[in-house]
C-alpha cells in the first residue's frame, strides 16, 4: 500500500535527509556522484560540444495516473516512461533528469523504495541518470512525482511540419489503456529516433490525449484528416472495455487517451507501400497502420473526417486533465 | 481567493487546450515560440558551444509553500525565486525552465492569470525563458507547480570544499520568515556569482532549512562550526516572532528555514577585513556576517559549538519538509 498508518514506516517517520540519503542509495545504479548527482543546491551537466537539447517535464498523481491496483515499481517507471515518450516524440536520446517528489507524511518507505526500484531499472538501459531533485509535502493520503527530463536531438520532426497530401501513421494499437497499457507501455525511442531521420517523415508526436484530440495538433491550416477507420488499429483492450460501455470499440480507439504510440505522417508523394517495407525491415515486431491522409478542410469546417462516407466523425473529444 | 465554486471561472470550465493557450499569453513575454518554446512533445534548447549546465528543481504547494494570505503574483514570483536561490547558490546564471502544474479542478483561472504573471515579471530582468511544461489534476482544492530550471556556470564553488581553519559567513539577516520574508525575499544571484569568481571563497550555499541544518551539509568530515552568537544577523521578524513564542530570537534565526540567504566559507589564511571591504565595494547595501569558523570537531563529538562557552548549541534542528 501506498500510505502507511505506521509512522517508523512512513517518510515523516524518517525524515527529509535521511530520505534523501535512502533515495540515493535506492538509485545507486543511476546517479551518479555530486555535483554530477544528488547533493548540492543543483546538479552539474558537462557539455562537452554544441548540441541541440530537448527538456520535457510529466507528472504521476496518485488517483490520476495510477491507483493502487498499479505497483510501486510500475508507477515509478511509469513516470519515466512517459518522459521517454515525449523524447521518442521528437526523435532524442534522453540523457538527464531530475525529479520532485510531492508527497503525504504517510507515505510508506517500503511502497516508496519499490516505486524508485522501478525509476532506476527502467533508466539503465536507456542509460538515463537521475542527477537531482526535491522533496517536499503534500497533505495526508497524497502523492504526486514530476520527472523533468533533459535529452538531445540531432534531428528531429516537430508537430507542426505536416502537410496537405501527407499519410497519417500510428504505431501499435489504440484504446483500452484504462486496463493495463497506461503503466504496461514501452516507449517508442528507437522507432522515433527512425523516424527523425528519415526524409520521408514530415511530422511526429505521442498519443497520449486521444487521436481524436492529439490528430488535431498535427493538421496544418485549411487541412483535415481524413480517417480509414477500417485501417485504425483497435486494441483487444478497447473491445473487452467496449463489452461492458455499450460503446463502440472505435470510440475507445480514439478517446481513451494514454496510449503512448508514435502518430507521423509521411510525405504524400512517397510511395506508402516502399515506406512499409521499410519500416518492416527495421522493426518486424510493432505494427505499423496508414490510417488515412491530410487534405483540404471539408465544406462543413470538421476537421476529422470518415474517408469513405465523407462525414464528420462523431469521436471529438480527448482524454481531459480537468475534468469538473 | 485560488480556488472558486464557479465553474466558468475555474481551470475546469476552461478546459486543458485552452488553459496552454492563456498560458502562453500570460507567459508571452518569456516564452519563445515552439520549437523553442510552449507547443510540441519538448521544448528545443540550441546549445551553442560546450559548457557546464547546472539543474535544480523545486515546488510550491498550497498550504505548505504559501496560504491565502500570500498574492497570487507573490506565489508565482517565490517559485522562480526558490529555484533561482538554487542557481545563485552554484554561481549560475538561470536560462532555461521548465513548469508542471498540478491543479484541482477548482483552481481560479483570475487567480492563475496572476500566479504566471508573478512569474512572468520575475523572470524577465533575469532572462529567464519558460520553454514548457505540463498540465494535470490534483484533488478539489489542492494546488503544486514544480519548476525545473537550467542554467549555467563558468566556475562554481561546491558545499564539500569548506575546510577546517574557514571562516563561516552569512548574508542578510535570519528567522522569522515566516511573516513575510519567504515570499518576499531576492535571490542573491549577483552575490553568488561574485562569490563563485572570489579564489578565497571554499564553499557555497543557500540557506533553505535554518542555520541549525544547513551549516552542518557545508562541514568537512572532522569539522565543527564554532560559531559567535553574537555576531548571527537575526531579522527583525524573528525577534518579532520571539515575543509571541516565547523562544529565544536566536532560536527562530537558527532555525526557521527560509532563509535564502548565502551560506559560505572564505579560506582560513585570508585576512578577513581585507574580504569584508571588497564586499562592501562591491555589494554595499547587502549585510556581510563573520559568523565563526570551522575547527576540528570538539571533544564531545557535536558539529555546532557555542565559539564563547565551547558548549553545543541548544538548537539543532532545522526545517523540517516531512512532518509526521
Known amino acids: 500500500m501506498i500510505f502507511t498508518t505506521n509512522k517508523a514506516q512512513s517518510v515523516a517517520g524518517l525524515g527529509e535527509s535521511a530520505l534523501i540519503e535512502n533515495i540515493q542509495d535506492w538509485l545507486k545504479a543511476v546517479t551518479p556522484q555530486p555535483p554530477y548527482g544528488i547533493g548540492d543546491d543543483c546538479a552539474v551537466i558537462e557539455v562537452s560540444k554544441p548540441t541541440r537539447q530537448i527538456i520535457t517535464t510529466d507528472a504521476v498523481t496518485f488517483g490520476q495516473h495510477f491507483d493502487s491496483s498499479v505497483s510501486a515499481k510500475d508507477a515509478g517507471a511509469k513516470l519515466i516512461k512517459r518522459n521517454l515518450s515525449d523524447i521518442a516524440a521528437m526523435g532524442g536520446k534522453p540523457e538527464h533528469a531530475v525529479l520532485a517528489l510531492l508527497c503525504g507524511p504517510d507515505t510508506s518507505l517500503e511502497w516508496l523504495k519499490a516505486f524508485f526500484q522501478g525509476i532506476a531499472e527502467i533508466s539503465k538501459p536507456y542509460k538515463l541518470r537521475i542527477v537531482g531533485g526535491d522533496v517536499s509535502a503534500l497533505p495526508i493520503g497524497q502523492f504526486s512525482a514530476v520527472l523533468t527530463l533533459v535529452g538531445t536531438a540531432d534531428t528531429m520532426k516537430l508537430r507542426s511540419d505536416a502537410r496537405i497530401g ?3 501513421y500510428v504505431t501499435g494499437s489504440l484504446g483500452g489503456s484504462i486496463l493495463e497499457h497506461h503503466y504496461a507501455f514501452s516507449p517508442r525511442l528507437d522507432e522515433g529516433a527512425w523516424l527523425a531521420r528519415h526524409s520521408a517523415c514530415t511530422a511526429l508526436m505521442d498519443l497520449t490525449d486521444g487521436l481524436a484530440k492529439d490528430l488535431r495538433a498535427l493538421l496544418p ?6 480517417i480509414d477507420l477500417s485501417a485504425v488499429p483497435i486494441a483487444g483492450d478497447a473491445h473487452k472495455l467496449a ?9 475507445h480507439a480514439f478517446c481513451d487517451g494514454e496510449d503512448y504510440e508514435l502518430l507521423f505522417t509521411i510525405h504524400g508523394s512517397t510511395p506508402a507501400a516502399d515506406f512499409e517495407q521499410q519500416w518492416r525491415q527495421s522493426f518486424p515486431s510493432l505494427k505499423l497502420s496508414r490510417i488515412g491522409k491530410i487534405d483540404r478542410v471539408s465544406n462543413s469546417g470538421h476537421l476529422l473526417i470518415d474517408a469513405v462516407t465523407n462525414e464528420a466523425l462523431p469521436w471529438t473529444e480527448g482524454f481531459e486533465h480537468l475534468k469538473g
Open 221 to 226: 491550416q485549411h487541412g483535415s484528416a481524413y
Open 166 to 168: 501527407d499519410h497519417i
Open 243 to 251: 463489452q461492458d460501455s455499450k460503446r463502440d470499440p472505435l470510440e
